[in-house]
């Protein structure tokens, strides 16, 4: 088995696909309905084996997704708690996010034991993301 997808339930795909599209630089892969919802598969511009797939739409609307203000406040709670992308530099990539208006849940912080610089954001939605960079 491999990793695919990870798939975002939000309220309205144009909100979604301008922030994953517009602000992370994502690419939109392929867009579908289904019944009242409207769907997309986005992927990061260099990686062709993971996506995000975003529900948008439909009746009712999702219910708000719980607000992260901060990691351990997060940790509470069961479930879906967020998906991570790989990036060259956490620092750079925060810096850019931060230019383009994302909020950062937590600063850049070295996870010594998985040899890993993390950082976490949202999304519109409240969903969390989290930043790795590979260190030597």
Known sequence: MRGHHV???TPDLQTALD??????????????????????YVAPA?????FIEIL????????DVRPYTDLGASLKYAGYHHFCLTVDSVDATVGK????????VTEPFVLEVISRRLAFFCD???NLIELAEVLD
Do not use: C, K, M, N
């Open 46 to 50: 260099t990686d062709d084996h993971f």
């Open 97 to 104: 996010l931060r230019a383009r208006g994302v909020s950062i």
């Open 56 to 63: 948008g739409g439909g009746a009712p609307a999702p219910a």
């Open 19 to 40: 922030f994953y599209v517009g602000t992370l630089d994502f690419r939109v892969v392929a867009t579908w309905d289904y019944a009242d919802e409207q769907l997309a």
């Open 124 to 126: 519109p939605f409240g």
């Open 7 to 9: 798939a975002v339930r």
